[in-house]
């Protein structure tokens, strides 16, 4: 790969990584105990993954998430820290597995595919973050931490993955002619 190749995957990361950050910041509505529903966050990663490759979408989710933590993250300890941003941000970069299919078939159906398994890593991590370190919010109300943090975070995840399929799918021609590696607009 070219140095210039680089340096372009490079910046295009870090517009994306921003992109993400302000979308993120856009919040629909916030859960008590943190997480939110926001316009989008997690779509230019998985943009930036489906183009690259698995290592620089995690990458780039692993930064996404270390800039969600400096701009107010909650900290309990610093394997809740690692396990709540760089790992679950990170996750999802995991959409990237599916890079080469969506290279080669120009569909829409990897795109949905590495959405789901992004969505799906980042869920992962928010619900062991919630088992190992948030039980008793689960024991307040009676219930087996494992179902309080399931339902927990498939309450705004599930609405996240909801809006990245809608706009996904209003976007679908520009993705499939556009995001699968050639150069755009030429």
Same mark, same amino acid.
């Given at each position: 790969?070219?140095?210039?190749m680089?340096t372009?995957?490079?910046? @295009?990361g870090?517009?994306?990584?921003? /992109?993400?950050? $302000? /979308?993120?910041e856009?919040?629909? #509505?916030?859960l008590?105990?943190g997480?939110? $529903?926001?316009?989008?966050?997690?779509?230019?990663?998985?943009?930036?993954?489906?183009?690259?490759?698995?290592?620089?979408?995690?990458?780039a989710?692993?930064?996404?998430g270390?800039l969600?933590?400096?701009?107010?993250?909650?900290?309990?300890s610093?394997?809740?820290?690692?396990?709540? =941003?760089?790992?679950a941000?990170?996750?999802?970069?995991?959409?990237?597995? #599916?890079?080469?299919? #969506?290279?080669?078939?120009?569909?829409?159906? %990897?795109?949905?595919?590495?959405?789901?398994?992004?969505? /799906?890593?980042?869920?992962?991590?928010?619900?062991?973050?919630?088992v190992i370190?948030?039980? @008793?919010?689960?024991k @307040?109300?009676?219930?087996n %931490?494992?179902t =309080?943090?399931?339902? =927990?975070n498939?309450?705004?995840?599930?609405? @996240?993955?909801?809006i990245?399929?809608?706009?996904?799918?209003? /976007?679908?021609?520009?993705?499939?002619?556009?995001?699968?590696?050639?150069?755009i607009?030429r």
């Amino acid at each position: 790969m070219s140095k210039k190749m680089n340096t372009q995957i490079l910046v @295009e990361g870090g517009i994306m990584v921003a /992109l993400a950050f $302000v /979308l993120g910041e856009i919040k629909l #509505f916030k859960l008590p105990q943190g997480g939110s $529903v926001t316009l989008g966050l997690m779509i230019p990663i998985i943009f930036y993954s489906l183009r690259h490759g698995v290592g620089t979408g995690v990458l780039a989710g692993v930064v996404l998430g270390l800039l969600k933590l400096a701009n107010g993250g909650y900290f309990v300890s610093i394997p809740q820290v690692i396990l709540d =941003y760089p790992v679950a941000f990170g996750a999802i970069g995991l959409s990237g597995l #599916f890079s080469k299919q #969506f290279k080669k078939q120009k569909s829409i159906v %990897p795109v949905f595919c590495g959405t789901f398994v992004g969505v /799906l890593g980042r869920f992962v991590a928010a619900v062991l973050s919630g088992v190992i370190f948030f039980a @008793e919010n689960a024991k @307040e109300i009676n219930m087996n %931490p494992w179902t =309080y943090s399931i339902k =927990y975070n498939a309450t705004y995840l599930g609405i @996240e993955l909801a809006i990245a399929v809608v706009v996904i799918f209003v /976007l679908r021609m520009f993705i499939t002619k556009n995001l699968t590696g050639d150069k755009i607009g030429r």
